[in-house]
């Protein structure tokens, strides 16, 4: 005894899947209508990082007398020699925002670098010149404007871990802004705030003549 099988029209296979449509929408509109089922169904976000790994600990024996907040726009292009920027090459707006520290040493300072009077009223120090930190981007001013990729490198977009990757961007962003640092008075300022700063906290100890110089 043989058994067919009945082969479902093509009609009922549309009319099943029109079906199954209106379902996923009606589902859809009782998890808006009610709360608390689409709380059901929502979605969390979990924070399951490690704990932060304390790597060196350093005495710090500078003082940092100033800082600057500066702000620079990168436009960075890179094109393919012999294809049109259509196909191959990228060109990124960006605004790069970061602070550059000035700081004094003050850990280099020996016994020939401070003198004092017999009787504690007059004293000279000799301190290093200032010096500029390393500059820090700051991410949360800090934005692409707009970046233009040709195809190939959207298509490269689809298969990379980090698509639009600013790196190159920011990197260059850090550079300008170093230069700009270097270009301002950051560091005059910088000793002109030290030596403020030890004036009045040697007269507060009874120094009445305080002399504060710079240079190696």
């Known amino acids: 005894m043989t058994t067919s099988i ?7 296979k549309v009319v099943s899947a029109f ?19 689409r709380d059901v169904f929502g979605t969390e976000t979990h924070d399951r990082s490690g704990p932060a790994l304390l790597k060196s600990i350093q005495d710090m024996s500078r003082y940092d007398a100033a800082s600057g907040n ?13 294809l049109p920027d259509a196909i191959r090459g990228t060109r990124t707006l960006y605004v790069g925002a970061g602070t550059v520290d000035a700081y004094v040493d ?7 670098d401070v003198t004092v009077n017999g009787d504690r009223t007059s004293a000279a120090l ?9 500059p820090a981007l700051d991410p949360d001013h800090s934005y692409a404007v707009s970046k233009q ?18 790196q190159a961007v920011q990197k260059l962003a850090v550079k300008h802004i170093s230069q700009a640092a270097k270009d301002s008075r950051l560091t005059s300022r910088a000793e002109a705030n030290t030596t403020g700063m030890l004036e009045g906290l040697l007269r507060s100890l009874g120094f009445k003549d305080v002399t504060v110089t710079y240079g190696t």
């Open 6 to 12: 009945k082969r479902v029209p093509g009609w009922a």
């Open 19 to 37: 079906v199954l449509v209106l379902v996923v929408l009606f589902a859809g509109l009782r998890l808006a209508v009610l709360p608390g089922l």
């Open 70 to 82: 500066f702000q620079v726009v990168v436009d960075l292009e890179k094109d393919a020699k012999y």
């Open 106 to 112: 003050l850990g280099t300072l020996g016994e020939k």
């Open 126 to 134: 000799h301190l290093p010149h200032a010096a500029l930190g390393k």
């Open 149 to 166: 990729r040709g195809l190939l490198d959207r298509i490269g977009d689809i298969f990379s871990d980090n698509p639009n990757n600013e």
